[in-house]
């Protein structure tokens, strides 16, 4: 069966549809593991179009609430609502569907390690059964060409590529079924600088060209103050702050003030530093 998937306008336009410009609403969601409290009574909405950041000390639970927005875990109370659609009272087609207009990028990659590149992109394509093969190679070629890798290194397995190769790797393979919503988890986290750098701009330039919402989890200030239109802030299991990186100066909390000192560092230091062209070639070594 021969299908192609649609440039993400339609669906776009079409989810507009209610709820306002909020893709994501996380209501009171609470979190709790025996006596462990994680997360209480916690609250965030994500605008649509936004790059939203969520920071937060170790162990404040931010890979947690991530891990319930994409349906991997179930909060103890409270609800997480994707476009507008409370994504753990779905039954199992319905909310498969509404999994599908989100991607993510974990943070170590979580590629396959037996499959190729190729076949780790064209994963989620095969499980939908609606594409044949030469269907899927077309596809799966220009998800590599979006994160700027070449066909050939659709042959490569994940143990020969570098850090910086994986990331973008995953990020293709998120970007497969073209979602409205990406999300990331420390999506800089291991790279050197300059990979860093050229990363980060990458991720703009797809924001802009496919029209994403973005939300990504970091502790990394420079990846922050670069990509970041909000910040949402976890601490005392709430989120504390959801408000502009300059507004922070604004919020009376241990953790903000701490963390703002080297906020504002950053955004001085921006204001004169050059963009990293982002189409410019990544040299890394395949091992």
Known sequence: MTASIHDGTAGRQASQEAH???????????????????HKDLNLKIRRGEVMA??????????????????????????????????????????????????????????????????????????????DEPTIRKLVMHKLALVELEPRHGELLPAQLSGGMIKRVGLARALALEPELLMLDEPTAGLDPDRSNKFVELIKKLKQTLGLTVLFVTHDLDTLVSLADRVAVLADKKIIAACSLHALADIDHPFVVNFFHGVSNRLERNVKRPDVKANEPEIEKVR
């Open 20 to 38: 306002d410009d909020t893709v994501c609403e996380v209501r009171n969601v609470s979190t709790v593991y025996g006596d462990l409290v994680i």
């Open 54 to 131: 969520l920071v937060g000390g170790s162990g404040s639970g931010k890979t947690t609430l991530l891990r319930h927005i994409v349906g991997l875990t179930e909060p103890s109370s409270g609800s997480i609502l994707l476009f507008g659609k409370d994504l753990h009272r779905l039954e199992r087609l319905e909310k498969q569907r509404l999994m599908n207009r989100f991607g993510m990028l974990f943070q170590q990659g979580a590629l396959f390690s037996a499959l190729s590149v190729f076949d780790n992109i064209a994963f989620l394509l095969r499980e939908l059964k609606q594409f």
